[in-house]
């Protein structure tokens, strides 16, 4: 005689996991409202959706790009996964995160690379002090007159792009 499978220890930890998915997603939506923040929701149930429809993950953003300029909205909160995130497309508030307090802003994406050889150890994908440190390297590269500088290459470059595209 074969042995029962009990189910109910699968059904058990299933509904455990719901419970504390819908906890923590309702922890984060009530942390954005407190602070004033329009909450976006979950990019959870989004990334499923769009494994099933066959779409990229960029699309998603591009999405969320489209409801902060409908709503004339600088910024929105979300979550990514069960990791609270805010969704900033005004220039001016963007500025100030990445240039004038941005070693308040260490961790900007929830995305984890340390796998990755290259795109791991580049800015947008370090955290703590790994990123700090990096940043402390390269700001002195970055400094205004030397980017000035540079403008012309740039601007040539750029103009050899939109011909090649």
Known sequence: MAP??????FLGALFLRS???????????????????????????????????????LYDTLDMYQILKDKKLPY?????????????????MIKHIVIKNFDHFTDRIALDWAHDPHLGRTLIFLKGNQWKQ????LSPAFTTGKI????????ATGEK?????
Not at 23 to 47: A, C, D, P
Not at 79 to 92: I, K, M, N, R, S
Request: hydrophobic share 40%; no cysteine; charged share 25%.
């Open 134 to 137: 990096v940043r402390s390297a």
């Open 76 to 92: 929105m909160g979300y979550a990514e996964g069960l990791t609270p995130g805010l969704f900033v497309q005004d220039v001016e």
């Open 148 to 155: 000035k500088r540079l403008f012309k290459l740039f601007q």
């Open 19 to 57: 419970l504390y998915t819908y906890v923590k997603l309702y922890i984060i939506r009530k942390k954005w409202e407190k602070q004033g923040v329009e909450y976006m929701g979950t990019s959870l149930f989004r990334n499923i959706f769009s494994t099933f429809k066959k779409r990229s993950i």
């Open 4 to 9: 029962r499978i009990h189910h109910s220890g």
């Open 161 to 165: 792009l939109v011909k090649y595209i």
